[in-house]
Protein backbone atom coordinates (compact mmCIF):
# COMPACT_ATOMS: atom_id res chain seq x y z
CA UNK A 1 0.00 0.00 0.00
CA UNK A 2 1.56 3.34 -1.17
CA UNK A 3 1.65 5.96 1.46
CA UNK A 4 -0.64 9.04 1.42
CA UNK A 5 0.79 12.38 0.22
CA UNK A 6 -1.26 14.02 3.16
CA UNK A 7 -3.09 12.78 6.28
CA UNK A 8 -6.00 15.04 8.12
CA UNK A 9 -3.09 15.04 11.09
CA UNK A 10 -0.26 16.42 8.30
CA UNK A 11 -2.48 18.91 7.20
CA UNK A 12 -3.88 20.01 11.09
CA UNK A 13 -0.68 20.16 11.92
CA UNK A 14 1.11 22.02 9.13
CA UNK A 15 -1.71 24.80 8.72
CA UNK A 16 -3.00 25.18 12.24
CA UNK A 17 -6.62 24.31 11.06
CA UNK A 18 -9.80 23.08 12.36
CA UNK A 19 -10.51 19.03 11.81
CA UNK A 20 -14.53 19.18 10.77
CA UNK A 21 -15.59 15.62 10.22
CA UNK A 22 -13.21 12.27 10.41
CA UNK A 23 -9.91 11.46 9.74
CA UNK A 24 -9.25 11.42 5.79
CA UNK A 25 -5.58 10.64 3.84
CA UNK A 26 -4.87 12.22 0.39
CA UNK A 27 -2.94 11.01 -2.27
CA UNK A 28 -3.09 14.82 -4.10
CA UNK A 29 -3.71 19.01 -4.23
CA UNK A 30 -6.28 20.55 -6.30
CA UNK A 31 -7.42 24.01 -6.73
CA UNK A 32 -9.59 23.22 -9.48
CA UNK A 33 -12.88 20.80 -9.28
CA UNK A 34 -13.19 20.67 -12.84
CA UNK A 35 -9.72 18.63 -12.89
CA UNK A 36 -9.86 17.17 -9.27
CA UNK A 37 -9.19 13.37 -9.05
CA UNK A 38 -10.42 11.00 -7.06
CA UNK A 39 -8.43 10.85 -3.50
CA UNK A 40 -7.27 14.69 -3.91
CA UNK A 41 -7.54 17.63 -0.86
CA UNK A 42 -9.17 20.51 -2.58
CA UNK A 43 -8.03 23.72 -1.38
CA UNK A 44 -11.21 26.31 -1.72
CA UNK A 45 -9.18 29.44 -3.20
CA UNK A 46 -10.87 32.85 -3.47
CA UNK A 47 -9.55 34.68 -6.59
CA UNK A 48 -10.07 37.40 -8.31
CA UNK A 49 -12.78 36.13 -10.58
CA UNK A 50 -13.88 32.86 -8.52
CA UNK A 51 -14.55 31.50 -5.23
CA UNK A 52 -13.49 28.00 -4.36
CA UNK A 53 -15.74 28.09 -1.87
CA UNK A 54 -18.78 27.56 -4.23
CA UNK A 55 -17.58 24.42 -5.19
CA UNK A 56 -16.20 22.58 -2.11
CA UNK A 57 -19.37 20.39 -2.22
CA UNK A 58 -18.93 19.35 -5.85
CA UNK A 59 -15.32 18.75 -4.95
CA UNK A 60 -16.53 16.42 -2.48
CA UNK A 61 -18.73 14.31 -4.30
CA UNK A 62 -16.48 13.78 -7.05
CA UNK A 63 -14.22 12.58 -4.96
CA UNK A 64 -11.89 14.92 -2.78
CA UNK A 65 -11.28 13.27 0.73
CA UNK A 66 -11.26 16.78 2.14
CA UNK A 67 -11.57 20.29 1.84
CA UNK A 68 -9.47 23.58 3.09
CA UNK A 69 -11.82 25.92 3.58
CA UNK A 70 -12.17 29.54 5.14
CA UNK A 71 -15.88 29.60 5.79
CA UNK A 72 -18.28 26.54 6.50
CA UNK A 73 -21.60 25.95 5.19
CA UNK A 74 -24.47 23.14 5.74
CA UNK A 75 -24.18 21.77 2.59
CA UNK A 76 -20.01 21.36 2.90
CA UNK A 77 -20.73 20.04 6.19
CA UNK A 78 -22.62 17.15 5.02
CA UNK A 79 -20.73 16.78 1.72
CA UNK A 80 -17.88 15.24 3.61
CA UNK A 81 -14.61 16.23 5.80
CA UNK A 82 -13.24 19.69 5.94
CA UNK A 83 -10.20 21.55 7.76
CA UNK A 84 -11.11 25.22 8.60
CA UNK A 85 -8.52 28.06 8.15
CA UNK A 86 -8.30 31.75 8.41
CA UNK A 87 -7.02 32.13 4.82
CA UNK A 88 -7.22 29.06 2.34
CA UNK A 89 -3.72 30.98 0.23
CA UNK A 90 -2.19 31.12 3.27
CA UNK A 91 -2.90 27.30 4.21
CA UNK A 92 -1.63 26.24 1.23
CA UNK A 93 1.51 28.43 1.30
CA UNK A 94 1.86 26.31 4.31
CA UNK A 95 1.38 23.02 3.23
CA UNK A 96 3.70 23.73 0.75
CA UNK A 97 6.91 25.04 3.60
CA UNK A 98 5.69 21.60 4.93
CA UNK A 99 6.44 19.40 2.12
CA UNK A 100 9.43 21.45 1.34
CA UNK A 101 10.55 20.80 4.61
CA UNK A 102 10.22 17.25 4.86
CA UNK A 103 11.44 15.93 1.67
CA UNK A 104 15.53 15.51 1.35
CA UNK A 105 15.43 16.49 -2.38
CA UNK A 106 17.60 18.49 -4.21
CA UNK A 107 15.40 21.65 -5.21
CA UNK A 108 15.77 23.49 -8.40
CA UNK A 109 13.88 26.84 -9.09
CA UNK A 110 13.77 27.59 -13.01
CA UNK A 111 12.75 31.25 -14.67
CA UNK A 112 13.79 33.47 -17.37
CA UNK A 113 11.79 35.52 -19.62
CA UNK A 114 11.37 32.63 -22.12
CA UNK A 115 11.86 29.25 -22.17
CA UNK A 116 10.90 28.39 -18.67
CA UNK A 117 8.58 25.56 -18.89
CA UNK A 118 10.43 23.21 -21.71
CA UNK A 119 13.68 23.81 -19.93
CA UNK A 120 11.49 22.46 -16.46
CA UNK A 121 9.74 19.28 -18.54
CA UNK A 122 12.97 18.68 -20.11
CA UNK A 123 14.84 18.52 -16.02
CA UNK A 124 11.82 16.69 -15.31
CA UNK A 125 12.98 13.92 -17.93
CA UNK A 126 16.37 14.48 -17.49
CA UNK A 127 16.49 13.84 -13.73
CA UNK A 128 13.11 11.14 -13.38
CA UNK A 129 15.44 8.35 -14.96
CA UNK A 130 17.99 9.46 -12.25
CA UNK A 131 15.94 8.87 -9.35
CA UNK A 132 12.55 10.38 -8.00
CA UNK A 133 11.26 13.42 -9.47
CA UNK A 134 8.93 16.03 -8.91
CA UNK A 135 7.81 19.00 -10.88
CA UNK A 136 5.41 21.86 -11.51
CA UNK A 137 2.85 20.91 -13.52
CA UNK A 138 1.89 23.19 -16.77
CA UNK A 139 3.01 26.47 -16.28
CA UNK A 140 1.85 26.49 -12.41
CA UNK A 141 4.51 28.93 -11.87
CA UNK A 142 2.72 32.17 -9.94
CA UNK A 143 1.09 32.67 -6.13
CA UNK A 144 -1.23 29.69 -6.85
CA UNK A 145 0.95 27.32 -9.07
CA UNK A 146 4.08 27.45 -6.86
CA UNK A 147 2.35 26.37 -3.39
CA UNK A 148 0.40 23.95 -5.07
CA UNK A 149 3.32 22.33 -6.95
CA UNK A 150 5.19 21.97 -3.60
CA UNK A 151 2.22 21.13 -1.75
CA UNK A 152 2.18 18.10 -4.01
CA UNK A 153 5.94 16.68 -3.53
CA UNK A 154 5.97 13.75 -2.20
CA UNK A 155 8.40 13.10 0.58
CA UNK A 156 10.26 10.43 -1.59
CA UNK A 157 11.60 12.76 -3.77
CA UNK A 158 14.97 12.77 -4.69
CA UNK A 159 15.27 16.15 -7.46
CA UNK A 160 12.24 18.77 -7.10
CA UNK A 161 12.12 21.33 -10.40
CA UNK A 162 10.08 24.24 -9.88
CA UNK A 163 9.02 26.87 -12.15
CA UNK A 164 9.05 30.21 -10.87
CA UNK A 165 7.73 33.20 -12.90
CA UNK A 166 6.48 37.09 -12.74
CA UNK A 167 4.90 40.21 -14.79
CA UNK A 168 5.68 42.37 -12.05
CA UNK A 169 8.63 43.82 -9.99
CA UNK A 170 8.70 41.71 -6.38
CA UNK A 171 6.73 38.46 -7.13
CA UNK A 172 9.59 35.67 -7.15
CA UNK A 173 10.95 37.14 -4.09
CA UNK A 174 8.08 35.30 -1.83
CA UNK A 175 7.92 32.10 -4.19
CA UNK A 176 11.78 31.72 -4.30
CA UNK A 177 12.06 32.05 -0.30
CA UNK A 178 8.87 29.25 -0.11
CA UNK A 179 10.55 27.19 -2.71
CA UNK A 180 14.49 27.50 -0.96
CA UNK A 181 16.21 25.67 -4.02
CA UNK A 182 19.46 24.61 -4.02
CA UNK A 183 19.91 25.47 -7.21
CA UNK A 184 18.60 28.35 -9.32
CA UNK A 185 18.50 28.81 -13.24
CA UNK A 186 17.48 32.54 -14.77
CA UNK A 187 17.20 30.85 -18.81
CA UNK A 188 17.60 34.45 -20.53
CA UNK A 189 16.27 37.96 -19.58
CA UNK A 190 14.25 39.71 -22.45
CA UNK A 191 11.96 42.82 -22.88
CA UNK A 192 8.50 40.94 -21.98
CA UNK A 193 5.80 42.31 -19.58
CA UNK A 194 7.09 46.01 -20.57
CA UNK A 195 4.26 47.63 -19.86
CA UNK A 196 4.75 46.64 -15.92
CA UNK A 197 8.59 47.99 -16.22
CA UNK A 198 10.79 50.91 -17.18
CA UNK A 199 13.50 49.12 -18.70
CA UNK A 200 14.61 45.26 -19.66
CA UNK A 201 17.56 46.37 -16.63
CA UNK A 202 14.36 46.35 -14.25
CA UNK A 203 13.29 43.11 -15.53
CA UNK A 204 16.77 41.81 -14.68
CA UNK A 205 16.45 42.60 -11.33
CA UNK A 206 12.74 40.90 -11.14
CA UNK A 207 14.27 38.03 -12.53
CA UNK A 208 17.44 38.09 -10.26
CA UNK A 209 14.79 37.73 -7.33
CA UNK A 210 14.67 33.70 -7.86
CA UNK A 211 18.00 33.98 -5.71
CA UNK A 212 16.73 35.33 -2.86
CA UNK A 213 15.69 32.07 -1.85
CA UNK A 214 18.60 29.95 -2.75
CA UNK A 215 20.12 28.20 0.08
CA UNK A 216 23.51 29.36 1.23
CA UNK A 217 25.80 27.64 -0.74
CA UNK A 218 23.72 26.59 -3.18
CA UNK A 219 24.21 27.01 -7.23
CA UNK A 220 23.04 30.09 -9.45
CA UNK A 221 22.69 29.24 -13.21
CA UNK A 222 23.12 32.16 -15.03
CA UNK A 223 23.05 33.21 -19.13
CA UNK A 224 26.66 33.99 -19.97
CA UNK A 225 25.61 35.46 -23.66
CA UNK A 226 22.30 37.95 -21.65
CA UNK A 227 23.31 40.92 -21.52
CA UNK A 228 22.79 41.36 -18.24
CA UNK A 229 24.40 38.74 -17.10
CA UNK A 230 27.15 40.56 -14.93
CA UNK A 231 23.43 42.40 -13.89
CA UNK A 232 22.71 38.88 -12.39
CA UNK A 233 26.11 37.69 -11.61
CA UNK A 234 25.85 40.53 -8.55
CA UNK A 235 22.55 39.17 -7.62
CA UNK A 236 23.73 35.73 -7.39
CA UNK A 237 26.91 36.94 -5.65
CA UNK A 238 25.40 39.07 -3.08
CA UNK A 239 22.89 35.57 -2.36
CA UNK A 240 25.24 33.67 -1.08
CA UNK A 241 25.50 31.44 -3.53
CA UNK A 242 28.57 28.86 -3.34
CA UNK A 243 28.92 28.43 -6.88
CA UNK A 244 27.95 30.18 -10.01
CA UNK A 245 27.82 28.21 -13.51
CA UNK A 246 27.77 29.84 -16.59
CA UNK A 247 26.47 28.56 -19.81
CA UNK A 248 26.43 29.88 -23.62
CA UNK A 249 28.33 30.29 -26.56
CA UNK A 250 31.22 32.69 -24.82
CA UNK A 251 34.42 31.40 -24.79
CA UNK A 252 34.29 31.84 -21.02
CA UNK A 253 30.90 29.75 -20.29
CA UNK A 254 31.23 27.31 -17.69
CA UNK A 255 29.07 25.15 -19.78
CA UNK A 256 29.85 25.76 -23.28
CA UNK A 257 28.85 25.11 -26.84
CA UNK A 258 31.28 24.10 -29.02
CA UNK A 259 28.95 22.97 -32.07
CA UNK A 260 25.87 22.73 -33.64
CA UNK A 261 24.38 21.42 -36.59
CA UNK A 262 20.98 22.70 -36.45
CA UNK A 263 18.36 20.30 -38.33
CA UNK A 264 14.61 20.57 -39.17
CA UNK A 265 13.47 18.25 -36.55
CA UNK A 266 16.46 18.05 -34.03
CA UNK A 267 20.37 19.28 -33.45
CA UNK A 268 23.35 17.67 -32.53
CA UNK A 269 25.26 19.14 -30.21
CA UNK A 270 28.75 19.34 -29.31
CA UNK A 271 29.41 21.06 -25.87
CA UNK A 272 32.12 21.21 -22.99
CA UNK A 273 29.81 21.16 -19.87
CA UNK A 274 32.54 22.33 -16.71
CA UNK A 275 35.18 20.90 -17.98
CA UNK A 276 33.28 17.43 -19.12
CA UNK A 277 33.18 16.85 -23.19
CA UNK A 278 29.75 16.03 -24.34
CA UNK A 279 27.97 15.38 -27.36
CA UNK A 280 24.73 14.59 -27.75
CA UNK A 281 21.41 15.00 -29.98
CA UNK A 282 18.42 16.94 -29.22
CA UNK A 283 15.08 16.30 -30.34
CA UNK A 284 13.53 19.54 -30.20
CA UNK A 285 14.52 21.74 -33.00
CA UNK A 286 16.15 25.16 -32.30
CA UNK A 287 19.08 27.35 -31.81
CA UNK A 288 17.41 28.77 -28.40
CA UNK A 289 16.69 25.01 -27.07
CA UNK A 290 20.41 24.05 -28.02
CA UNK A 291 21.24 26.77 -25.58
CA UNK A 292 18.94 25.73 -22.66
CA UNK A 293 19.93 22.42 -22.74
CA UNK A 294 23.31 23.60 -22.06
CA UNK A 295 21.49 25.37 -18.58
CA UNK A 296 19.97 21.57 -18.55
CA UNK A 297 23.20 19.76 -18.18
CA UNK A 298 24.84 22.47 -15.92
CA UNK A 299 21.99 21.51 -13.40
CA UNK A 300 22.42 18.17 -14.03
CA UNK A 301 26.41 18.83 -12.93
CA UNK A 302 25.02 20.57 -10.04
CA UNK A 303 23.24 18.06 -8.66
CA UNK A 304 25.69 15.38 -9.07
CA UNK A 305 23.31 13.76 -10.93
CA UNK A 306 24.96 11.19 -14.09
CA UNK A 307 25.80 13.74 -17.17
CA UNK A 308 26.05 10.81 -20.00
CA UNK A 309 23.03 9.59 -18.60
CA UNK A 310 21.26 13.33 -18.84
CA UNK A 311 22.82 13.78 -22.54
CA UNK A 312 21.11 10.26 -23.67
CA UNK A 313 17.83 11.33 -22.28
CA UNK A 314 18.08 14.73 -24.73
CA UNK A 315 17.33 12.28 -27.97
CA UNK A 316 13.78 11.92 -25.44
CA UNK A 317 12.97 15.55 -24.97
CA UNK A 318 9.26 16.28 -26.35
CA UNK A 319 7.66 20.13 -26.99
CA UNK A 320 5.56 21.20 -24.67
CA UNK A 321 1.96 21.50 -25.68
CA UNK A 322 1.99 24.78 -27.49
CA UNK A 323 5.30 25.51 -27.69
CA UNK A 324 6.84 23.79 -30.78
CA UNK A 325 4.43 20.50 -30.94
CA UNK A 326 4.60 19.33 -34.53
CA UNK A 327 1.32 17.78 -36.13
CA UNK A 328 1.21 16.28 -39.67
CA UNK A 329 -2.43 17.05 -40.66
CA UNK A 330 -3.95 15.06 -43.17
CA UNK A 331 -6.25 16.25 -45.99
CA UNK A 332 -8.13 14.80 -48.67
CA UNK A 333 -5.02 16.45 -51.41
CA UNK A 334 -2.54 15.66 -49.07
CA UNK A 335 -0.72 16.72 -45.60
CA UNK A 336 0.99 19.36 -44.13
CA UNK A 337 3.04 20.36 -40.94
CA UNK A 338 1.27 22.51 -38.34
CA UNK A 339 3.75 24.06 -35.68
CA UNK A 340 1.32 24.30 -32.41
CA UNK A 341 3.68 28.08 -30.68
CA UNK A 342 0.12 28.82 -29.63
CA UNK A 343 1.05 28.98 -25.85
CA UNK A 344 2.34 32.76 -25.42
CA UNK A 345 4.32 35.12 -27.15
CA UNK A 346 6.97 37.98 -27.08
CA UNK A 347 9.80 39.36 -28.93
CA UNK A 348 12.44 36.98 -28.05
CA UNK A 349 10.18 33.53 -27.84
CA UNK A 350 8.60 34.94 -31.31
CA UNK A 351 12.04 35.30 -33.37
CA UNK A 352 13.11 31.98 -31.62
CA UNK A 353 10.10 30.68 -33.83
CA UNK A 354 10.53 32.46 -36.57
CA UNK A 355 14.28 30.89 -36.60
CA UNK A 356 12.56 27.55 -35.96
CA UNK A 357 10.27 27.72 -39.13
CA UNK A 358 13.26 28.93 -41.57
CA UNK A 359 14.94 25.31 -40.33
CA UNK A 360 12.02 23.70 -41.84
CA UNK A 361 11.93 21.49 -45.27
CA UNK A 362 8.22 22.47 -47.18
CA UNK A 363 7.87 19.57 -49.73
CA UNK A 364 8.68 20.59 -53.21
CA UNK A 365 7.62 23.91 -53.61
CA UNK A 366 5.34 24.37 -50.41
CA UNK A 367 5.48 27.19 -48.50
CA UNK A 368 6.70 28.10 -44.56
CA UNK A 369 4.00 30.33 -43.41
CA UNK A 370 3.79 31.92 -40.58
CA UNK A 371 0.43 33.10 -38.24
CA UNK A 372 1.02 35.40 -35.85
CA UNK A 373 -1.23 37.39 -33.38
CA UNK A 374 -0.40 40.45 -31.15
CA UNK A 375 2.21 40.23 -28.35
CA UNK A 376 0.55 41.64 -25.12
CA UNK A 377 2.60 43.67 -22.11
CA UNK A 378 5.12 44.94 -24.29
CA UNK A 379 4.37 48.98 -23.08
CA UNK A 380 5.20 52.04 -25.54
CA UNK A 381 7.44 50.34 -27.04
CA UNK A 382 5.15 47.99 -28.74
CA UNK A 383 4.38 48.97 -32.10
CA UNK A 384 8.24 49.31 -32.61
CA UNK A 385 8.58 45.58 -31.30
CA UNK A 386 6.35 44.12 -33.58
CA UNK A 387 7.65 45.85 -36.98
CA UNK A 388 11.14 44.37 -35.96
CA UNK A 389 9.79 41.43 -36.19
CA UNK A 390 10.49 42.07 -40.47
CA UNK A 391 13.80 41.54 -39.80
CA UNK A 392 13.78 38.18 -38.38
CA UNK A 393 10.95 37.08 -41.34
CA UNK A 394 13.06 37.75 -44.10
CA UNK A 395 16.11 35.98 -42.49
CA UNK A 396 14.09 32.68 -41.91
CA UNK A 397 12.90 32.64 -45.20
CA UNK A 398 9.25 32.92 -44.41
CA UNK A 399 7.45 32.69 -47.32
CA UNK A 400 3.96 33.93 -46.60
CA UNK A 401 2.69 35.91 -43.26
CA UNK A 402 -0.74 35.91 -41.66
CA UNK A 403 -1.49 38.14 -38.79
CA UNK A 404 -3.90 39.53 -36.55
CA UNK A 405 -4.57 41.91 -33.91
CA UNK A 406 -3.90 45.67 -33.88
CA UNK A 407 0.01 45.62 -33.52
CA UNK A 408 0.51 43.16 -35.61
CA UNK A 409 -1.45 45.54 -38.30
CA UNK A 410 1.94 47.36 -38.18
CA UNK A 411 3.97 44.65 -39.11
CA UNK A 412 2.35 43.53 -42.05
CA UNK A 413 1.71 46.75 -43.47
CA UNK A 414 5.71 47.05 -43.54
CA UNK A 415 6.37 43.36 -44.85
CA UNK A 416 7.02 42.88 -48.73
CA UNK A 417 3.74 42.95 -50.55
CA UNK A 418 4.96 39.32 -52.01
CA UNK A 419 5.11 37.84 -48.25
CA UNK A 420 1.74 39.66 -46.95
CA UNK A 421 -0.52 36.48 -46.81
CA UNK A 422 -3.66 38.00 -45.22
CA UNK A 423 -4.42 40.46 -42.08
CA UNK A 424 -7.36 40.23 -39.47
CA UNK A 425 -8.78 41.77 -36.87
CA UNK A 426 -9.22 38.78 -34.82
CA UNK A 427 -7.89 35.19 -34.90
CA UNK A 428 -11.54 33.98 -35.90
CA UNK A 429 -11.48 36.23 -38.61
CA UNK A 430 -8.08 35.32 -39.53
CA UNK A 431 -8.93 31.36 -39.26
CA UNK A 432 -11.20 31.58 -41.93
CA UNK A 433 -8.92 33.10 -44.50
CA UNK A 434 -6.19 30.73 -43.68
CA UNK A 435 -8.17 27.59 -43.77
CA UNK A 436 -8.52 28.49 -47.60
CA UNK A 437 -4.81 29.67 -48.05
CA UNK A 438 -2.87 26.15 -46.58
CA UNK A 439 -1.75 23.69 -49.44
CA UNK A 440 -0.28 19.83 -49.08
CA UNK A 441 3.56 20.18 -48.10
CA UNK A 442 3.07 23.61 -46.38
CA UNK A 443 5.00 24.03 -42.94
CA UNK A 444 2.51 26.55 -40.67
CA UNK A 445 3.79 28.01 -37.74
CA UNK A 446 0.92 29.48 -35.72
CA UNK A 447 2.13 32.13 -32.69
CA UNK A 448 0.67 34.65 -30.59
CA UNK A 449 -0.15 36.15 -27.34
CA UNK A 450 -3.72 35.89 -27.68
CA UNK A 451 -4.09 32.34 -28.36
CA UNK A 452 -6.27 31.09 -31.42
CA UNK A 453 -9.08 29.57 -30.24
CA UNK A 454 -8.99 26.01 -29.49
CA UNK A 455 -8.73 23.58 -32.42
CA UNK A 456 -7.54 26.09 -34.74
CA UNK A 457 -5.31 23.71 -36.16
CA UNK A 458 -8.46 21.23 -36.91
CA UNK A 459 -9.82 24.20 -38.85
CA UNK A 460 -7.08 25.16 -40.47
CA UNK A 461 -7.05 21.10 -41.69
CA UNK A 462 -10.43 20.90 -42.16
CA UNK A 463 -10.47 24.28 -44.45
CA UNK A 464 -7.43 22.91 -46.50
CA UNK A 465 -7.74 22.85 -49.97
Known amino acids: MSTPLWTSADVIAATGGEAIGPAWTANGVSIDSRTLEEGDLFVAITGENSDGHAYVARALEKGASAALVSRVDDAMRAAGPLVKVADT ?59 LSLARMPADTRFGIFEVGMNHPGEITPLSKLVEPFAALVTTVEAVHMAFFDSVEQIADAKGEIFDGLQKGGVAILNRDNPYYERLLHKAKASGAGRIISFGEHPQADAHLEKAA ?33 AMLALVHALDADLAMAALAMARLKAPKGRGERHKVETPLGAFTLIDESYNANPASMRAALEALGQAKPEG ?23 ELAEPIKAAGIDLVFASGPHMRELFKALPQSVQGAYAETADELGDVLCSAVEPGDVVMVKGSPRLPNGAGRRIAEGAR
Open 89 to 147: LEALNALGRAARLRAQAKVVAVTGSVGKTGTKEALRLILSEQGPTHASAASYNNMWGVP
Open 262 to 294: LKEDCSCVSATICGQPVTYKLSVPGHHIVMNSL
Open 365 to 387: KARRIAVIGDMLELGDDSIAMHR
